[in-house]
């Protein structure tokens, strides 16, 4: 029963390098998303999606690329890091983004660290 | 757009005390749910207790109560009898529940400590 599994937990970056955030759920969810919480800030939306081949951007999106091509796994790309990206991120999932209702299931996160 | 607002960045109880946390928000919708999560020093995101804004009864899950007060556009958390596993970041958050908005808002949060 894994949920959503994040990886890394932790990761510790160069500015101008690149990396993938890896989110997977076992769950079948339809909707996956991606948020970064920095202190003082709350937690927001990076990019979100709504089913397989379906991505959207949400509240954050520069700096950030993502794509959805299973239901399962939902990566989100940092293609040159700057030091601004420095957060710690949340993948996030529920089993139909239709009904607002529904219970979003989180991973246990990624401390990011860019230099 | 939406917002979230909560105004008590900090905030301290003791051990066994009832303390209220503070959640303002604002939507132009009429339909729309609202939360409150619990992040414990572990990083975890923790669902606490969650209300339909058609619902006029106050939602409980044992010692978790709010008080939603619709037309002011409040949502505060109660915690009765107070324990040390409460100790966490707590987040206010807001979804609409119509049209394309999958988006959850969440406010800055309020980190709660309990003191024995």
């Known amino acids: 029963n894994a949920g959503v599994t994040q990886t890394p937990k932790f990761q510790v970056l160069k500015t101008g390098q690149s990396m993938t955030l890896q989110c997977a759920q076992d769950?079948?969810?339809?909707?996956m998303s991606w948020y970064r919480q920095d202190p003082g800030m709350g937690l927001r939306l990076i990019h979100y999606s709504v089913g397989a081949g379906i991505t959207d951007q949400g509240e954050v999106p520069n700096g950030y690329n993502v794509s959805r091509s299973t239901t399962e796994d939902f990566p989100l790309r940092l293609l040159s890091a700057a030091p601004s990206q420095t957060s710690v991120y949340f993948c996030a999932s529920s089993y139909t983004a239709v009904w607002a209702s529904e219970k979003l299931f989180f991973g246990s996160g990624t401390q990011l660290s860019v230099l | 757009a939406q917002t979230v607002t909560q105004s008590q960045p900090e905030m301290s109880v003791q051990e066994a005390e009832t303390v209220t946390l503070s959640c303002t928000y604002d939507t132009s919708e009429n339909n729309y749910y609202l939360f409150w999560y619990k992040q414990p020093p572990s990083r975890q995101m923790i669902l606490v207790i969650r209300q339909e804004a058609y619902k006029q009864q106050n939602a409980t899950e044992n010692r978790f109560s709010v008080n939603f007060q619709k037309a002011a556009k409040s949502f505060s958390l109660k915690i009765s009898d107070s324990q040390l596993g409460d100790t966490a970041m707590y987040f206010c958050a807001l979804q609409n529940s119509g049209g394309s908005n999958y988006k959850l808002t969440f406010g800055k949060g309020t980190l709660l400590t309990v003191n024995p």
């Open positions: 769950m079948n969810h339809e909707y």
